[in-house]
């Protein structure tokens, strides 16, 4: 078969469907499949984005065929509309618009209202007896195809245009001046050395050129490098007879989603604008009106449900038809030509976590795909941000502005202004909240990095609203109450003046902003969608899922989560408690066996209250507890002035705590005298904690608690060093149990975080009732790096492209990954019953519970607000997702 590069819309040769939306672009394919629907789409075809990966290979050439499989389209396209393209009594107009595989919302280029010169804007102005309608288009054709086709910058057109209509508005201008104006705008291009082409064959020609150019356009190149998308896609370009929105008060644009794109509840939300065109509501410039009573948009507007009710339930109709086929909620765009109503583009609706949730979950209770096709549908990592932080009720806040609520959760940060200073900030780890009158692509960068965004103009599809809820960015639009001053670099808020550097709050779920840093809450858990997803993902996950929790409250959030343990408590946080602190600084200091252990017996019952605060929450489930690991020194302080004040405190001279501090100084902390080296060198330390488990599990176990602790050693190498201090545990519990009459069932077990932990597993599964990787530790000592120090060499690898992921972030399976294999299968070999988990950093990486999944690891521990990500994320790898 040879290569076609167009297909148009109504095509029934479109072969098999695999492929297509890579060969039409999501646009292309969307407009095609709602055309075979038998919905509205005026008509038109498609160029492939063969045509464009073509067009960048031979030097911004097209391919043979392609011009006159064009020239064939339009012919076509002629014949079914009646009308000549650009030229006659009742000219051809059309739209050139990009569209990749991917949707890239905003990041490449479309033209409208091609076709139009002197001659066909005469032409239908006569036609459409509006001639103010018809000067209003070419006006806009002049200026797009000057800035998009010819590489003008749009600024230099809306200077002319804002200085043409003074005070007045563009709809005040009579014809006469309008055309005098679109003369002007001409004259622009002809400043610029351009011609502004009356053929429209060459505006065409011109006009597909640039919709390729666009795919690789810097923005659009960001985007993609930023969200990990393949460059060498190319885009499709969909050519489509223009209908009209501007064609007056009857007529009107806009954007619905078929369901509310930030909280998913039911029916259409959106925006329109009556008597306008294209992007006059996307781009921000001015505040549209709502669709209905439950779509925002400036409050006092005129909804469309009230003001063109037909059309309105066309859309409702459409609605169901659209949901029905594609199986999701969809964002649509449509125009209402006199009174008659078009889609002109329909794909699957970006949205919030939140939203995302309830919408898989009612659309299963709907019938439109089942649970698999519902998990499959949420990436695990968005899970987070359902859980996105708010803002304290019972907060102090000064509220100087309210806009709208584009993008739930809240967000504190530094005011910047444009994106290089976002970057700049972020750089220092500085959070920002990029403040702008509207967002355009450029800002995605900064956007990216941002905390917040708050814009004071454009609604809730203004792109700053539809980019930040993808990003899951906290994010408040069409804020009128502020005024922003680029130049001086400031915003005004009724009387407060906010500057660069200053902080405020914004709270995207309720459209405020506020002055300065205000109190934030953890978020809830509420939503019962997310439950019940959960619900589903644990029918088909195998790895189950704990969390890292030191206190009593992080322990009871984590099993509101649904972590069925916890699987690693720090027990040095514990040690942070002032009085804690004080015990141990004696401890240390300590010059004789007498008074070292009466340090420790002030420890003890610090620590047993934290530990019967942890196992009452987790009743029932297992609780694993790390012995000290980080290096005593730690604990001591380290600035002159703090050291005086330590050892007035302590009663001690001060120069002998400096000297204390000076032995307790290591060359290379990562690997000295931390871990079981501790417990070998002071085993009084490790007696202590495990007396205090203990203790505060017997306590409990009389009072009827289900306590299951598991005792783990942290940063073994040699088997030896575990023997002896699992010794010591059973030596410490049993002694406790007996002097109680009762006790927990309890295990003694380690991490496997040294490569010689790996290597000799088998060795050490003879001690260890269960294994636990610590794969923060073990990444670092695998590749060598320390993991305070790689920051400063790891921009150079990923500049070289000699690593990809940071190793940190991404678990390692190349390397980590075959001693995490190699010594899970020699441990079991060892103790068929041995138990592993795994409690570093890369618990709820999706790459690392595949991994954790193939190899058959019975759990993975994650932070508290990370238990749903893993979760999803177990049940994904079960069912072959990830
Ligand atoms: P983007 O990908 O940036 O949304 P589109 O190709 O969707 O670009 O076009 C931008 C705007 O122009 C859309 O809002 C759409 O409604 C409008 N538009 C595109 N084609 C036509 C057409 N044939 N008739 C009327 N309006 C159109
Ligand atoms: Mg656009
Ligand atoms: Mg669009």
Redesign the pocket.
């Known amino acids: 078969m040879t290569q076609r590069w167009v297909y148009s819309f109504d095509d029934s040769d479109f072969g098999s469907n695999a492929g297509l939306k890579s060969l039409l672009g999501g646009?292309g394919l969307g407009l095609a499949e709602m055309t075979r629907l038998g919905l509205p789409v005026?008509p038109?075809f498609t160029i492939t984005t063969a045509a464009c990966t073509w067009f960048f290979a031979h030097e911004h050439t097209w391919p043979d065929q392609l011009g006159a499989e064009l020239e064939d389209a339009i012919a076509r396209l002629e014949l079914t509309s009646g009308k000549k393209l650009g030229c006659g009594d009742d000219p051809l107009l059309?739209?050139v618009?990009?569209?990749a595989a991917v949707s890239m919302?905003?990041?490449?280029?479309?033209v409208?209202n091609l076709g139009l010169n002197d001659r066909s804007c005469a032409a239908l102005a006569r036609r459409s007896d509006n001639a103010h309608f018809a000067w209003d288009s070419y006006r806009r054709f002049v200026q797009m195809f000057g800035d998009l086709v010819l590489g003008i910058h749009y600024t230099r057109f809306s200077k002319v245009q804002k200085q043409y209509c003074g005070d007045r508005e563009l709809s005040d201008l009579t014809v006469a001046e309008q055309e005098e104006l679109t003369k002007k705008l001409q004259e622009v291009i002809a400043q610029h050395g351009h011609e502004f082409p009356q053929d429209p064959r060459v505006q065409l020609r011109l006009a597909i050129d640039a919709v390729f150019r666009s795919y690789n356009s810097h923005r659009a190149r960001y985007y993609r490098k930023t969200r990990k998308i393949p460059d060498d896609a190319g885009t499709a370009v969909?050519i489509?007879?223009?209908?009209?929105?501007n064609m007056g008060q009857d007529s009107g644009?806009g954007?619905a989603f078929t369901r509310n794109p930030k909280t998913g509840a039911a029916g259409l939300f959106g925006e329109w604008l009556p008597d306008a065109?294209?992007?006059d509501?996307?781009a921000g410039f001015c505040n549209p009106l709502p669709l209905n009573d439950g779509s925002a948009g400036s409050e006092d507007g005129a909804r469309l449900e009230d003001v063109m009710p037909a059309s309105y339930a066309m859309l409702i109709d459409m609605k169901g038809k659209l949901e029905a086929h594609f199986g999701d909620m969809q964002d649509i765009?449509?125009?209402i030509e006199r009174g008659k109503l078009?889609l002109?583009?329909t794909r699957s609706g970006k949205r919030t976590a939140q939203a995302a949730v309830k919408i898989v979950v009612d659309l299963v209770r709907e019938g439109h795909i089942d649970r698999k096709e519902a998990l499959g549908r949420i990436d695990p990592q968005n899970l987070e941000y359902v859980l996105r932080p708010l803002i304290s009720p019972d907060a102090q806040k000064n509220v100087i502005a309210r806009g709208l609520d584009a993008s739930p959760g809240a967000a504190c940060g530094q005011v910047v202004f444009d994106s290089l200073d976002c970057q700049e900030y972020f750089d220092r780890d500085v959070p920002t909240i990029l403040v702008r009158q509207e967002t355009s692509p450029e800002d995605i960068q900064g956007m990216t990095v941002a905390a917040g965004v708050l814009t004071s103009r454009g609604g809730q599809t203004s792109h700053a609203a539809v980019v930040a809820r993808g990003m899951g960015r906290p994010c408040v639009v069409g804020c009128t109450e502020i005024q922003v001053d680029y130049e001086r670099e400031l915003f005004y808020a009724g009387d407060s003046v906010i500057q660069k550097g200053d902080w405020i709050t914004i709270d995207g779920g309720t459209g405020e902003v506020m002055e300065g840093k205000v109190e934030m809450l953890a978020p809830e858990s509420d939503s019962g969608s997310l439950a019940t997803l959960l619900a589903w993902a644990d029918e088909h996950a195998r790895l189950e899922v704990r969390a890292n929790a030191d206190t009593g409250p992080d322990a009871l959030r984590a099993r509101q989560l649904g972590a069925v343990g916890i699987g690693l408590s720090r027990t040095e946080h514990m040690f942070f408690k002032p009085e804690a602190l004080r015990a141990i600084r004696r401890m240390i200091l300590a010059d004789d066996p007498r008074s070292r252990q009466r340090a420790l017996n002030d420890i003890l019952p610090i620590q047993r209250q934290m530990f019967r605060e942890l196992f009452e929450v987790m009743d029932g489930l297992p609780v694993t507890i790390r012995l000290l690991d980080p290096p005593l020194h730690e604990f001591l302080p380290t600035r002159e002035t703090e050291i005086s004040e330590v050892a007035e405190d302590l009663g001690v001279r001060a120069e002998a705590l400096v000297v204390r501090l000076k032995q307790l100084n290591e060359a290379n902390p990562i690997m000295g005298h931390r871990g079981v080296r501790i417990g070998v060198s002071n085993p009084g330390v490790y007696r202590t904690q495990v007396r205090a488990i203990f203790e505060a599990a017997c306590q409990l176990t009389k009072e009827g608690t289900v306590v299951l602790p598991e005792v783990m050693i942290p940063l073994v190498g040699i088997p030896n060093e575990l023997k002896v201090m699992r010794d010591l545990t059973i030596e410490t519990a049993e002694e406790i149990i007996a002097r109680y009459g009762v006790g927990p069932k309890y295990k003694i077990g380690t991490m496997i975080e040294l490569p010689r932990a790996a290597l000799l597993a088998d060795e050490i599964a003879e001690h260890a009732d269960f294994f636990s990787f610590g794969t923060n530790d073990l990444t670092q000592m695998t590749y060598g790096f320390s993991r305070d120090d790689m920051g400063k060499f790891l921009a150079d690898y990923q500049r070289e492209g000699i690593i990809v992921d940071t190793p940190l972030a991404v678990f390692d399976v190349a390397g980590v990954g075959q001693l995490v294999s190699m010594a899970t299968e020699k441990g079991r070999a060892a103790k068929p019953m041995l138990q592993v988990g795994i409690c570093g950093e890369h618990a709820s990486d999706p790459t690392g519970v595949r991994f954790f999944h193939e190899n058959g690891l019975d759990y993975v521990s994650c932070s508290p607000y990370r238990v749903p990500v893993a979760r999803l994320a177990a049940a994904h790898a079960a069912l072959g997702f990830l």
């Open positions: 646009k005026p038109g059309v739209s618009r990009s569209g919302p905003g990041m490449m280029d479309t409208l969909s489509q007879a223009m209908v009209f929105g644009t954007v065109q294209g992007e509501v996307v765009e449509f125009t078009y002109l583009q």
